[in-house]
């Protein structure tokens, strides 16, 4: 099983660092400092994605694991006077959200600043500081804390979706120290919540075999029938599209053998608060699944309208791992796990033409 404390120091590592669609450098930096320190090869494509691998087997079917560096945040457009900016907002936030006086944090040097009124039609806002700028800011983010753990969650300003790629990591250390054999590429992309930029690069180009299952990783809002706390969502859709069935299936299979263990808990359920990169993978051709963690306070979006830090549960994020390590390890038993279920239809075929046959004859009589 998955230790807690490892995937809350991977978790602290990137949450505290600074991001937004476009200006994810920081904690890039902290991902490829992660991989160097626990030598996992990796490198940055033409885009500033970052691919991650582990291909002790590369005969195998390979297994994607997807999640995304940006989070919503304020992009700085130009100066307005002394300590006045003009900053864009990119990301899926309601406008209720956005009230004169709200603190933030401009980026870099972690400078105090404020949300000041909106101008014009489209969602750009000044900023505005006290502060003496020793050099030109790039992106504003809520001034919310870091990270931090309480009550067995972690809360923070960005879960989503650092809590998948801190799950990335956690499941490629853990395969390499226990030497597994296995076929593992993490995609670790920008811009995913200006619509997927990051992760359409990678789609689109031959970076990632065909044949590939590509499985997309998030903490996406808590919605029933999901429940914090019930541990990793296999997640049959999202808000656009449903996912490929074989996949799914064998995650699926997966999770129930691991849940013969006490201490391990999933569920299953269309996830319908966002649309996630699984959806956008699958419309390039890759087969493709998804699991996620059920996430409080979405983008934010804190009880009477206002801002809040995010928070998911350590034992979800933790079964998220213990799923991913135990699949990447099954992946040469995909075929046999993903055709259970016709076999089974094919017995109850049998089953079904002999008795139904007999009950037919014995009606005509």
């Not at 291909?55 to 457009?77: M, N, Y």
């Not at 009230?99 to 933030?104: A, E, Q, T």
């Not at 404020?114 to 806002?125: I, S």
């Not at 031959?206 to 296999?234: C, D, F, N, W």
Request: charged letters at 25%.
């Amino acid at each position: 099983m998955a230790k807690s404390t490892d995937i809350c120091e991977l978790a602290g590592r990137l949450m505290r660092r600074p991001t937004a669609p476009y200006h994810e450098q920081a904690v890039r930096s902290e991902v490829e400092q992660i991989c160097a320190e626990n030598r996992l090869r990796f490198e940055r494509d033409a885009f500033g994605n970052i691919l991650v691998s582990l291909q002790t087997a590369p005969a195998q079917k390979p297994f994607v694991l997807a999640a995304h560096l940006d989070h919503p945040g304020f992009e700085i457009i130009r100066s307005l006077a002394p300590g006045r900016w003009l900053a864009r907002f990119l990301g899926g936030v309601p406008d209720i959200y956005f009230r004169k006086g709200v603190p933030l944090r401009l980026m870099p040097g972690s400078i105090p600043a404020r949300l000041g009124r909106k101008v014009g039609n489209q969602r750009n806002f000044e900023i505005h500081t006290n502060r003496h700028l020793e050099q030109r800011p790039r992106f504003a983010v809520w001034e919310l804390e870091d990270f931090a753990l309480r009550r067995g969650r972690i809360y923070a300003r960005v879960c989503d979706d650092l809590g998948g790629v801190a799950a990335i990591l956690a499941v490629l250390i853990r395969l390499k120290r226990e030497r597994a054999r296995v076929h593992v590429i993490g995609v670790i992309s920008r811009a995913e919540e200006v619509g997927f930029h990051g992760a359409l690069t990678v789609a689109a180009s031959r970076k990632l075999p065909k044949h590939s299952l590509v499985v997309s990783l998030e903490t996406s809002r808590e919605l029933p029938p999901a429940k914090m706390g019930r541990g990793v969502i296999i997640r049959v859709g999202d808000r656009t599209s449903i996912f490929d069935a074989a996949g799914t299936r064998f995650l699926t299979e997966v999770a129930a053998r691991q849940a013969l263990h006490k201490s391990f808990q999933f569920q299953r359920a269309l996830m319908y608060g966002g649309t996630c990169e699984a959806t956008a993978y699958q419309e390039f051709g890759f087969q493709t699944a998804a699991v996620c963690v059920a996430l409080g306070n979405y983008h934010n979006c804190g009880p009477g309208n206002r801002i809040a830090a995010e928070y998911v549960s350590i034992e979800d994020l933790g079964s998220m791992v213990d799923l991913l390590v135990a699949a990447a390890k099954a992946m040469p038993d995909y075929r046999h796990l993903t055709r259970k279920l016709p076999q089974r239809l094919q017995t109850m075929l049998a089953e079904a033409r002999r008795k139904l046959s007999r009950d037919h004859d014995s009606l005509s009589t």
